[in-house]
């Protein structure tokens, strides 16, 4: 491994505060990350795409990529089917070598792996990992009808060498192409070799703002507004807007602010408007029939109508801007040249300005206004209460995706995101790890959503939530430094509950949620443990036996997300506590 990529491997170990593993894992790692995070532009857990060890069938790492959401399991495809109807997915293959060469040899057992991957017959030996994403796998191949288009396929052999199109190497890869598409399971196979001088780009990727340009000529300029730099209202062609939403892969950019809501599927009455009149005679009406997108970027530069936006979000729009992606996917440019969207774009930097402008925006879903006003102050005030905490307990709670992406000062492990808050608060206070088991839409939707939400209800008081991302942390360090038994970390939201419980045997009655007095004299002694990670490990070693002495096996996906385990789980804690 070269000098440069091993300073960005030991980066990444650093900002995810791994710890080294040997510098080939190191880098498989490594190269997961940055090849998945090309593909897939939202934060996501690493370890769940590793699948290098024995019996690896030559695959380091996979990501199954459905209607933009990373699967991972058979109950995300359900999901997603209710939700949207259809089922467009991308399969991401990393094989990685820490040597100066590409191998023929290592790329052929590369290619070999990925297509018994697919066989109905598979030759090779199987780790546990590779048999969970193949159940996976079989399980989206089977609902086929609901698919928009084949899957896409995606294969990357990354080296620390420099690439030249060798040509036994070049015949291999064309070789496992033309093989993987007669299966007829692909309409296209993309197989790279990625050199260290690629891997290292793609790293830095990782930590840039989002940056595009494009032609803004039908627009005008609002007049001067306190705190706001710039602002345009106009019209945009299609294909213009399409370099504002969609990536170089052609996957829909991580740009939208509210992403506790994030799409609400094809089959949300205002989307299914949105889709008929797109998809009907009255297509040219969609310019003034539809509110358009109002998008806010900290940085703006111009030449004339070129228009070079940076770290940029759109605060309203979501709904529209992902039925245009599939329209923009399924229709030929001599149609699409013939669309234009309204668009409303605003340069800030201020933070209270962005907030009003998403309140004042924000009407087409059915999220409530006085809902969208709390979610939105809250989540703003949660943002800044975590900021007052120093040292072991700083965290940075991650209201806006990718919000931390260029501060090199914020180290991404402790970087809590709404998904992870989500599920931690609702197991550790509700004592429903089963139930987070499931796609985190649902959970949005079941507590998030309704008209008293069950989280992130605006009476309830700082600390718990603080609590809850603390306690995540804690447990996430503890794998990540191989201080708790890895296996059980597909168990991790059970072990939160099971940690609080061994602390504080019963939950906070939700009547006292929003007592600050009771709310801190509950969650102090845990913060307290939390603090010292010797006792914080004894804890969860706890948890672990708990587990064990329950008899319950985690490695049965289908147990875990029972109501059953986690009351099993209960006995089995009044059982050790006696």
């Given amino acids: 491994m070269d000098r440069i990529v091993k300073n960005l491997v030991d980066d990444l170990l650093k900002s995810l505060e791994l710890s080294s593993d040997g510098q080939e894992k190191d880098f498989e790692k490594f190269s997961n990350y940055c090849l998945i995070s090309k593909e897939y532009n939202k934060s996501f857990a690493l370890e769940l795409t590793c699948t290098g060890s024995g019996d690896d069938t030559g695959i380091d790492g996979i990501a199954i990529i459905g209607n933009g959401q990373l699967i991972e399991n058979k109950e995300d495809i359900d999901f997603l089917l209710t939700n949207n109807n259809f089922l467009e997915a991308t399969y991401v293959f990393v094989q990685s070598k820490t040597s100066n060469e590409f191998s023929s040899k290592e790329i052929n057992n590369f290619g070999f792996g990925v297509k018994d991957f697919f066989s109905e017959r598979p030759k090779l030996r199987r780790n546990q990992e590779i048999e969970d994403f193949s159940d996976i796998s079989n399980y989206l191949l089977s609902k086929a009808s609901k698919f928009r288009s084949n899957p896409k396929c995606k294969l990357y052999y990354v080296s620390n060498g420099i690439w030249k199109n060798d040509q036994n190497n070049v015949a291999i890869i064309e070789s496992t192409r033309s093989e993987l598409i007669s299966t007829n399971l692909f309409p296209e196979v993309i197989f790279n070799a990625i050199d260290a001088n690629e891997i290292g780009r793609l790293y830095r990727n990782t930590k840039n703002s989002v940056t595009t340009t494009f032609v803004f000529q039908d627009k005008v300029t609002l007049p001067d507004l306190p705190g706001i730099s710039e602002s345009y209202l106009g019209i945009l062609p299609l294909l213009e807007f399409k370099k504002i ?201 079941q507590n998030v959503e309704s008209e008293s939400p069950l989280i992130f209800n605006s009476n309830h008081n700082n600390i718990l939530y603080y609590t809850a991302a603390f306690t995540y942390y804690r447990l996430d360090t503890l794998f990540n430094k191989r201080l708790l038994d890895t296996n059980y970390r597909k168990v991790k939201f059970f072990l939160l509950m099971l940690f609080r419980m061994l602390i504080n045997k019963e939950p906070l009655d939700t009547k006292y949620m929003s007592s600050e007095r009771i709310s801190t004299e509950y969650c102090s002694p845990i913060i307290g443990v939390l603090h010292n990670i010797d006792n914080s490990r004894d804890k969860f070693e706890n948890a672990i036996e708990i587990i064990k002495l329950s008899g319950l096996n985690v490695n049965d996906k289908q147990l875990i997300k029972q109501v059953s385990f986690t009351k099993n789980l209960k006995e089995a804690f009044n059982v050790f506590g006696s």
């Fill in 245 to 445: 939403l969609i990536d170089e892969n052609d996957s829909i950019r991580n740009i939208f602010y509210d992403n506790v809501r994030d799409f609400q599927g094809i089959n949300n009455p205002v989307n299914t408007s949105i889709s008929e009149t797109l998809n009907s005679d009255a297509r040219e009406l969609f310019t003034v029939l539809n509110n358009g997108v109002t998008i806010v970027a900290n940085d703006l530069k111009t030449s004339g109508n070129r228009f070079t936006i940076s770290d940029y979000q759109i605060v309203n729009g979501c709904q529209t801007s992902n039925i245009l992606f599939d329209y923009l996917n399924n229709n030929t440019t001599e149609t699409i040249n013939n669309f234009h969207l309204p668009i409303k774009l605003i340069v800030t930097n201020n933070d209270e300005v962005k907030n009003k402008i998403t309140i004042a925006t924000n009407s087409q879903t059915a999220i409530k206004r006085e809902q969208l006003q709390a979610m939105t102050d809250y989540q703003k005030n949660l943002e800044m209460y975590f900021q007052t905490f120093d040292g072991d307990g700083r965290l940075f709670y991650e209201r806006r995706s990718g919000q931390y992406q260029t501060d090199g000062n914020v180290l991404r492990a402790r970087i809590i995101n709404i998904k992870d808050l989500i599920k931690s608060f609702s197991s550790i206070f509700y004592e429903n790890p089963d139930r987070v088991t499931t796609y985190f839409g649902s959970i949005v939707t």
